[in-house]
């Protein structure tokens, strides 16, 4: 079963400082991932979508790569401003799967 | 451009009562999707539509139903609402199909969510 994990669960940085959020997933055998963002009382928005078979994806100032033989993602975003203060979601599609499992999520705070 | 557009956006239901909620998009989508979310919980599959006509179980499928009504609509039901229900529930759509299939690369959209609290 696969089991996605995103650390930490709340960070907090003042702005215009360049940060990582990191999600890790258990089971290689992805067919994509994809980080989302949801503000308050929102729903989700698809932020970049990294196929199996790409290292690295690239969206104004975010950057996700990819790493499945370590399990590992990352979103990295640079000159953080206040308003990209939200939750940050990352979800991966199983091979032949239809569903997302999506990780818990960090709950991101840019400081003025 | 509407997107994905959940109603009601916000309910209150007493115990043992019933209801539907509304999902509705306009990109032409072919799956849909039914999703919980609940603090430390992350977001849970409902049930999830491949295409029109079809429905699946997800992770938590107990205590509801759903209909596909057609390609724009995907609708789920409460039967007998139980305060375990309280959460917020949001829709999604994606263009293709299965991982594998055309379109299995494209993003999900998300509606912005019916909050339902169960006294």
């Known amino acids: 079963k696969q089991e996605v994990t995103q650390i930490p669960a709340a960070l907090s940085v003042p702005e215009g400082e360049n940060l990582v959020l990191n999600c890790s997933f258990t089971?290689?055998?992805?067919?994509?991932l994809q980080w989302f963002r949801q503000d308050p009382g929102k729903g989700l928005t698809s932020l970049l979508l990294?196929?199996?078979?790409?290292r690295e994806q690239t969206s104004g100032r975010l950057n996700a790569s990819l790493d499945k033989s370590s399990g590992r993602s990352t979103l990295y975003i640079a000159a953080s401003q206040p308003g990209d203060s939200a939750t940050y979601l990352c979800?991966?599609?199983?091979?032949?799967?239809?569903?997302?499992?999506f990780g818990q999520g960090t709950r991101l705070t840019i400081n003025p | 451009n509407a997107g994905v557009t959940q109603t009601p956006k916000f309910q209150v239901l007493k115990t043992g009562q019933s209801m539907t909620l509304q999902c509705a998009q306009d990109?032409?989508?072919?799956?849909m999707y039914w999703y919980r979310q609940d603090p430390g919980m992350g977001l849970r599959l409902i049930y999830y539509s491949a295409s029109e006509g079809t429905t699946d179980k997800g992770e938590v499928p107990n205590g509801y139903n759903v209909s596909r009504l057609n390609k724009r609509e995907f609708s789920l039901r409460l039967e007998s609402a139980a305060p375990s229900q309280t959460s917020v529930y949001f829709c999604?759509?994606?263009w293709g199909g299965g991982a594998g299939l055309a379109g299995g690369n494209q993003p999900q959209h998300f509606g912005d969510g019916t909050r339902l609290s169960i006294l």
């Open positions: 979800a991966v599609r199983g091979q032949g799967a239809q569903k997302l499992v």
């Open positions: 089971d290689s055998a992805i067919y994509n």
């Open positions: 990109m032409n989508h072919n799956s």
């Open positions: 999604a759509s994606i």
């Open positions: 990294i196929q199996s078979s790409q």
